[in-house]
């Protein structure tokens, strides 16, 4: 299995190889998004096997180099990497069908996990797939109706203050709920908690109940 790997910290890039080829992946690593770019030209997508892209690079973004790849049909899935995200950059991602998004610093096995999830996939342009074939827990019903609100504010992008002034309450409620929503569906981390709420049919409309 060959992963791409772009991240532009050395010391992080090392680490996260040592992990792959442990696992026994085999790794390309790459500092920018040129160098990815060069690489294309010898190295088909269809022989990549998946991609493990920060989102931040100090020169570039691996989020808009991905978008620009992302609806040939032969793209790998992508994970997504990131210190010190926006928000609505995982909303972005994950919308436009990335497999999963690991905000840093993560577990070893979580990084596998994903991973493994997303060599899972299908190859369509984008790397989508039809959301009712996404494993998703049923926990709408466990969610009070004020969990509900927050949860449909967080899948809109909308920062905690923003979600706070929006529904009247203050930023420790708002955490509060978030904590209360992400114990409920059984997710450690925003990424998780944004993916399990793109990959459910029907979630917009059922927020709203």
Not at 17 to 27: H, I, K, M, W
Not at 36 to 48: E, F, N, V
Not at 92 to 98: E, R, T, V, Y
Not at 125 to 153: F, H, I, N, Y
């Amino acid at each position: 299995m060959l992963i791409w790997l772009l991240e532009d910290d050395e010391s992080v890039s090392r680490a996260l190889q040592r992990t792959l080829r442990a696992s026994g992946y085999e790794v390309e690593a790459f500092a920018g998004a040129q160098a990815l770019r060069d690489a294309l030209s010898r190295t088909p997508l269809d022989q990549i096997d998946a991609l493990l892209f920060d989102v931040r690079l100090a020169q570039d973004s691996g989020l808009a180099f991905w978008q620009s790849i992302r609806e040939q049909a032969s793209c790998p899935p992508v994970v997504f990497l990131s210190g010190n995200a926006q928000i609505h950059e995982a909303v972005s991602a994950l919308k436009d069908g990335a497999a999963d998004f690991l905000l840093k610093p993560f577990e070893q096995q979580s990084l596998l996990e994903s991973l493994r999830r997303a060599l899972d996939w299908p190859r369509t342009p984008g790397s989508l797939r039809d959301p009712a074939e996404s494993p998703c827990p049923v926990w709408l019903d466990g969610l009070t109706r004020r969990e509900k609100e927050v949860m449909r504010l967080v899948g809109q992008g909308l920062r905690n203050a923003e979600i706070g002034q929006q529904l009247g309450i203050g930023l420790r409620t708002v955490k509060m709920h978030r904590g209360n929503i992400m114990a409920k569906i059984g997710v450690r981390n925003q990424g998780q908690l944004l993916k399990q709420y793109f990959s459910k049919t029907g979630t917009a409309s059922r927020l709203h109940d």
